[in-house]
């Protein structure tokens, strides 16, 4: 796999996505069943028991392509199509969806709020029957009393779902200060750098990738001082400016996302192996 991704490249020894036949040598090579994430947040790996550290997460009513599936250990092997990220996760968090791979229309609807509760039919006081996270993508089947009744046939507040809609993804992102960092965490119950920079572009309607490296694609270099919502790069790790002297980021010196200031931060950082700012992007 010279020259691919592995990351985002649906390819191992033994299957193949039948686009990359003829470029990635595998024993046979399968076009993809698409499927939408039906848990509220589903945990990513990269090897197929599940086992090692969380890769990232996939939110509610995301596409995915699947590839395979494991009946023995539940686990079945997939693509996010909504940043290519590839691995294993379970498959009882998935669903069939209801359009096919050439007819995707995306759930009309984000969770817009910080998440929402779920309900068995709507009224303030029903006791909760679950949750989705924060971006979750839902349909609506049906409004009455403020409340949606969604695809899943649950309720929820009709005011926590929206779309998203061009802003300040710094204001999107300074919203999540004090989260916890999660290594791998996509939700507001905990995400890691690049998922805040992913996520906060996402709730403005931009796509990023995944990654704090892939992201160094974004924009075009940062010339000059430091403005709001320029991204600095160190090895391994992504930062946004909030003002020219200040620095919000997800980190685990904070293990959370935080605040600070930036002149303290970069020297904190160089100090430590992420070593010095490798790049600066300016998104606009």
């Excluded at 036949?21 to 076009?31: E, L, Q």
């Excluded at 970069?266 to 070593?275: N, P, V």
Aim: proline content about 8%; some cysteine; aromatic content about 6%.
């Amino acid at each position: 796999m010279t020259g691919f991704d592995p990351r985002i490249t649906p390819a191992r020894p033994d299957l193949a996505a039948a686009h990359l036949r003829g470029r990635i040598a595998a024993d046979r090579y399968a076009a993809p069943t698409r499927m939408r994430v039906a848990a509220p947040l589903l945990d990513m790996f990269a090897g197929p028991d599940g086992s090692g550290a969380l890769t990232t997460q996939l939110l509610h009513g995301e596409a995915v392509d699947l590839y395979a599936a494991d009946p023995g250990s539940g686990m079945a092997w997939v693509q996010n199509a909504a940043d290519g990220y590839v691995g294993y996760v379970a498959g009882a968090g998935l669903a069939p969806d209801e359009a096919g791979p050439d007819d995707d229309p995306a759930p009309e609807f984000l969770v817009t709020g910080r998440g929402t509760q779920l309900y068995a039919a709507p009224g303030l006081k029903q006791v909760p029957c679950g949750a989705l996270p924060w971006l979750a993508r839902v349909r609506v089947a049906e409004e009455r009393d403020g409340y949606a009744r969604l695809g899943c046939g649950r309720w929820c507040p009709r005011p926590l779902l929206g779309r998203a809609a061009p802003g300040d993804f710094v204001a999107v992102a300074e919203r999540l200060v004090g989260v916890p960092y999660l290594w791998g965490g996509r939700s507001q119950a905990g995400l890691d750098c690049s998922a805040l920079v992913q996520l906060a572009l996402a709730a403005t309607g931009v796509a990023a990738p995944r990654d704090s490296d892939q992201q160094q694609a974004l924009g075009a270099p940062a010339d000059g001082a430091c403005r709001r919502g320029d991204l600095l790069f160190w090895r391994g790790h992504v930062a946004i400016v909030a003002a020219p002297d200040t620095l919000l980021h997800a980190n685990a010196h904070h293990m959370a996302v935080a605040i600070e200031p930036l002149r303290p931060a970069l020297a904190r950082i160089a100090a430590t192996d992420t070593g010095p700012v490798t790049a600066a992007r300016r998104l606009a």
